[in-house]
C-alpha cells in the first residue's frame, strides 16, 4: 500500500508539473488531488524538491535507454530519425524539466550535475552519429563542422518544447514531428545529393502540418 501510495505521488505530481508548470505546484496541491494529508506525503517525500529528483532519476534512466545507439552498423537517415523520436518522447513526457531547466538547475546541485552528464553524453552520441554518417558516405563534414552541428543539435533538442510551447503548440504528436524535424533540417546542406532527396521524403511522410 505504500509503495503504491509512493507511486501515485509521482505520476500525478509528473502529470501536474506538466500541466502546470512546476512552479506552480505546491506539496498541498499534490496532496488534495491525491485525497491524502500533507502528512501522508510528507512520509513518503522530504519536500517538492525531493519529488523532482525522483522524477528527474526515471527520466535520466530513460534518457539514457534512448540515447544507446544500435551495435555493428554505421547509422543511416531513419536509425538517427527513430532515435530522435524516443529522445523527444522523453522529453515531452517530462517536460516540466525543461520548461523550467534553470530554476530547477539552480535549486539541486544533484540534478545539474547528472543534467550535465546527459548533456555531455547526448553530445558524445551526436558526434558518433554524426561521423558514422561521414563514415558511411552519406554526408560530407570536417570534424568542426560534425562538432558544431553536434552542438547545434543539442541545443535545438534542449530548448525546442520552449519554442513550441511559445509558438502555442499543444499537441504533443505535432510538437515531436516538428523537433526532429528541426533538428533533420540542420544535417541538410552537409548530405549528399541522394541522402539530401531521401531527407525531403522523410521530412514529407512526418509532416507536422
Known sequence: MARRTRER???LSL??????????VTTNHIADELEISPGNLYYHFRNKDD?????F????????????RPEGRLPDLETIWMQLHMVYECIWDYRFLYRDLVDILARSRKIRMHFSRILRRATENARD??????????????????????????VVATFWLNYSSVQGEKDEQRAIRAGIRQVMMLLAPFLRDAERVHLHTLCRAYDPA
Not at 519529488?51 to 522524477?55: C, R
Request: proline fraction near 2%; glycine fraction near 8%; charge should be negative.
Open 9 to 11: 505521488i509521482l505520476e
Open 15 to 24: 502529470a501536474l508539473f506538466n500541466e502546470r508548470g512546476e512552479p506552480n
Open 51 to 55: 519529488i523532482i529528483e525522483q522524477l
Open 57 to 68: 532519476a526515471r527520466y535520466e534512466e530513460r534518457m539514457d535507454q534512448a540515447l544507446i
Open 129 to 154: 552519429v554524426l561521423g558514422g554518417l561521414v563514415s558511411a558516405g552519406v554526408m560530407r563534414a570536417s570534424a568542426e563542422e560534425v562538432e558544431a552541428l553536434a552542438t547545434n543539435i543539442l
